[in-house]
């Protein structure tokens, strides 16, 4: 079946613009997380959805935040853009968000803030 | 910040060689995960643990989830070339909530000459 999707896979922006990711989770899978990984902090936790409502958050400004559709597909926006905000974003599903379920990750896309 | 320590950060290998790679913390984690990325592409899942002493293998490569719940190894046997990439040990903190935040160590990457 079809993995996680992410689009666009890369986006560049100036400083001050803002951003919106999508992900579209795996079919069935209804707890979407999205990580930010870069070289020097390596893979963070940004926040969970779980049928369209916010459930677990990370230590991130509110200049970035989600939402989740009622079919599960998911959107991240980052306001404000900084240029330490250049990273991978990184979406995963898993059934339900629970301790047994892993997490599956999409491929990611490539910010790059100029 | 960071509660996963894995280890080694970087390892240079022959074809045909094994490897080992361990994570460790401070903090009981009740699920521990395996992943490889490649570059340009999201992280792959390569075995899930969920009990205390527990042993999967996925082919050539064997986990095993600590007795103390604190730490996680992972071997591959007779390293191939395409076993290049990062691979990442992640865990569901056993105080969290609910299993929807990763936390991942720094990622080892591996290097395999043929």
């Known amino acids: 079946k079809a993995g996680v999707t992410q689009t666009p896979r890369y986006l560049i922006k100036t400083r001050g613009q803002q951003v919106t990711l999508s992900c579209s989770p795996i079919?069935?899978?209804?707890?979407v997380s999205w990580y930010q990984q870069t070289p020097g902090q390596g893979l963070q936790f940004l926040f969970e959805?779980?049928?369209?409502?916010?459930?677990n958050k990370g230590n991130f400004p509110g200049r970035f935040s989600g939402r989740q559709f009622s079919n599960s597909r998911s959107e991240m926006n980052v306001s404000t853009l900084e240029l330490g905000d250049s990273a991978l974003y990184l979406c995963?599903?898993?059934?339900?968000?629970?301790?047994?379920?892993?997490?599956?990750f999409g491929d990611g896309t490539r910010l790059s803030i100029l | 910040g960071q509660q996963l320590n894995q280890s080694p950060q970087s390892m240079f290998i022959q074809e045909g060689e094994d490897v080992s790679m361990n994570c460790t913390s401070s903090?009981?984690?009740?699920?521990w995960l395996w992943y490889k990325q490649d570059p340009g592409e999201g992280p792959v899942l390569l075995i899930a643990?969920?009990?205390?002493?527990e042993l999967t293998s996925n082919g050539r490569l064997t986990a095993q989830f600590g007795i103390t719940r604190k730490d996680s190894f992972l071997n591959i046997s007779a390293s191939i070339p395409s076993d290049v990439g990062i691979y990442f040990c992640?865990?569901?903190?056993?105080?969290?909530?609910?299993?929807?935040?990763?936390?991942f160590g720094e990622g080892t990457q591996l290097t395999v000459n043929p």
């Open positions: 995963a599903s898993s059934l339900e968000g629970r301790s047994v379920q892993p997490q599956h």
């Open positions: 079919s069935g899978h209804r707890s």
């Open positions: 959805y779980f049928s369209e409502t916010q459930r």
């Open positions: 903090s009981i984690f009740n699920t």
């Open positions: 643990l969920y009990k205390a002493g």
């Open positions: 992640a865990g569901y903190l056993d105080q969290e909530t609910s299993g929807s935040r990763l936390t």
